[in-house]
Structure formats: structure tokens, C-alpha cells
């Protein structure tokens, strides 16, 4: 049965030593009021109060502390309504997918953040081997982009599936896992020398504005005189799409499409744009981020 600390007190150390009321308030510096409401329990301890006690009777005082929490919680009679929380949509799509036809215990959300914590010595092999075999890329990046994690983990347990459990590779993984964030950068600015078709440069695109965590990275290449006018324009526009703030320019901006090879009919020049034409459509770039795909 939980008891209350003071009952503890009473029945082991106070009673026992023949300690009164009256000394307790003179060794611990307690009101006679205090020290009566404690013994009656209509007062609970404090952690100085706990202390206290602690010092005088040799207890350590988290103990004290630890029976005062478990009285209060067996005697609160508030009743509470609380609304429960509902996994985010992209966590519990993953999760999905890592659990279709398993016969055993299903994967949880605590699976998914063991996994990816960086450079996780042994990871799930299970796991590992059901996201680079059953989930597609997409749904990977969603819940990384949600959760904030880096590139950096997903290509250490990339390299893990391929190394260590012999997994077969997968193309899509390896092509965003092939570059460094600064690397990518330059790629999606310089897109001319780098992809053969625009739908694989947006996925290019997409996939990495998702998912990099260093955006200043954009603004550093904005800012880079040795690159071409086009090349800092679009990271120019990049960085202001991805972040919302501002990049001054230090010459003015000429009719620049995003991807460079791009047939697509030139728009009139808009306002923020850098003098970019054909930007990042924002509705098809929103329907990635909230589906995984377009």
C-alpha cells in the first residue's frame, strides 16, 4: 500500500528516536504549522522539505520524493479528458509499408527513430532490408524531411544494406545518395551539365529541397563570383524559395530559365523570382511534400 513519507518518517525515525513536533520545527527550521499539516497529510513534501528530513535522518531525500509522487498519484481523484495524439501522416505511412504481411510483432515509431540515429552500429537488419526493398524512395524522404534527419544517416544505412546484409542496389536511392549536400547544390544550379531530362531533375530537386538541412549552402553559391550569372541566379531563387528570405544581388538579374534545358514557354519575369523563368511549381512541389509524389 502506498503511504504517505511523513507515515514513513513517523514509524521508522521519528517515533522510534522520541523526536516531538516541536523539535522537528527547531532542528529543520519549520513552522509548527508546516510540520503539523505534514503529519496530518494535508501537506505534501517539497523538495526542500525532503531535503531537510534528508540530512536529519541520513535518507537520501529522492526517495522521500519518490513516495510523495506515488501517494499523490494513488490519491488524485481528478478525472481527465485528454485528446489523444495521432501519429503524422508520413510516420504512420512508413510504418505502413514496414508492416504489410508481417506475421510478428509490428515495427513501431520507437523502430523508426533507433534506426535512424546517425551511424547506428547495427541496425534492424529486418528493418533495413524491408525499407531499400518495399518502400518506395519517396515515402523515405517524407518522413525524413518531417523528422529533420540528414542525408548523412540514410547513406550510412544504405551503405550498411549493401555492405554488410548484401542487398541488392537500388537506383534511386544511390542517385541521391551519390552527392554530398554542397555537391547537389552546384548540380541543381548548373543543371545543364547534369541531367538529360527535366522530370529527373525535378525529382532531383524535390527529393534534396526536402530533405537538406543546410540551406545556407544555396546562399553560399549565390554569392560565388566564380560561377556563371545563371548558375548564382538560380541558387539565388532557390534559396529564397526554400527559406523565404532575401538575397541581394550585386548585378542585374538577365531572363534565366531554372533547368537549363528546358523547352518549356518563358513566363513574364516576376517579382523575387532572381529573373528566373519556369521556377519551382509551387503546387506540384506542395504535392510532393504532402503525397511523396506528383
Known amino acids: 500500500m502506498t503511504q504517505h513519507p511523513m507515515d514513513f518518517l513517523r514509524k521508522y525515525y521519528i517515533e522510534p528516536m522520541g523526536v516531538t513536533q516541536d523539535e522537528l520545527c527547531d532542528h529543520l527550521s519549520l513552522g509548527k504549522k508546516t510540520v503539523s499539516e505534514l503529519y496530518q497529510q494535508k501537506r505534501g513534501l517539497t523538495v526542500s522539505t525532503a531535503k531537510k528530513f534528508g540530512l536529519l535522518f541520513g535518507i537520501n531525500p529522492e526517495k522521500l520524493l519518490q513516495m510523495q509522487v506515488a501517494f499523490e498519484l494513488v490519491n488524485d481523484q481528478n478525472v481527465f479528458h485528454i485528446k489523444p495524439l495521432e501519429l503524422p501522416a508520413n510516420t504512420r505511412s512508413l510504418l505502413k509499408m514496414l508492416n504489410v504481411n508481417r506475421s510478428d510483432e509490428a515495427f513501431t515509431t520507437k523502430d523508426l ?25 519517396s515515402k523515405v524522404v517524407k518522413y525524413m524531411g518531417d523528422m529533420r534527419i540528414g542525408l548523412s544517416h540514410l547513406k550510412h544505412l544504405y551503405a550498411f544494406y549493401t555492405k554488410k546484409l548484401g542487398g541488392k542496389p537500388n537506383k534511386s536511392y544511390e542517385r541521391l545518395l551519390a552527392d554530398n549536400d554542397k555537391t547537389a547544390v552546384v548540380k541543381i544550379c548548373d543543371n545543364g551539365k547534369y541531367f538529360d531530362d527535366p522530370r529527373e ?4 530537386l524535390f527529393y534534396r529541397l526536402r530533405v537538406m538541412r543546410h540551406k545556407k549552402l544555396l546562399k553560399d553559391l549565390s554569392e560565388d ?38 523547352r518549356r514557354s518563358t513566363t513574364d519575369l516576376t517579382s523575387n523570382t532572381y529573373g528566373v523563368l519556369g521556377g519551382v511549381d509551387t503546387m506540384r512541389f506542395n504535392q510532393f511534400v504532402n503525397t511523396g509524389s506528383y
Not at 547506428?120 to 526493398?133: D, E, G, M, R, Y
Not at 532557390?238 to 527559406?243: E, Q
Open 113 to 137: 527513430f533507433e534506426l535512424f540515429k546517425e551511424k547506428k552500429t547495427f541496425p534492424n537488419k529486418t528493418l533495413v532490408t524491408i525499407l531499400f526493398t518495399k518502400v518506395p524512395l
Open 201 to 204: 531533375f525535378e525529382e532531383y
Open 225 to 262: 563570383t566564380a560561377k556563371s550569372q545563371e548558375v548564382r541566379q538560380r541558387a539565388m531563387y532557390l534559396y529564397s524559395f526554400a527559406t523565404g528570405k532575401k538575397v541581394k544581388s550585386n548585378f542585374n538579374p538577365k531572363p534565366t530559365k531554372l533547368y537549363a534545358s528546358s
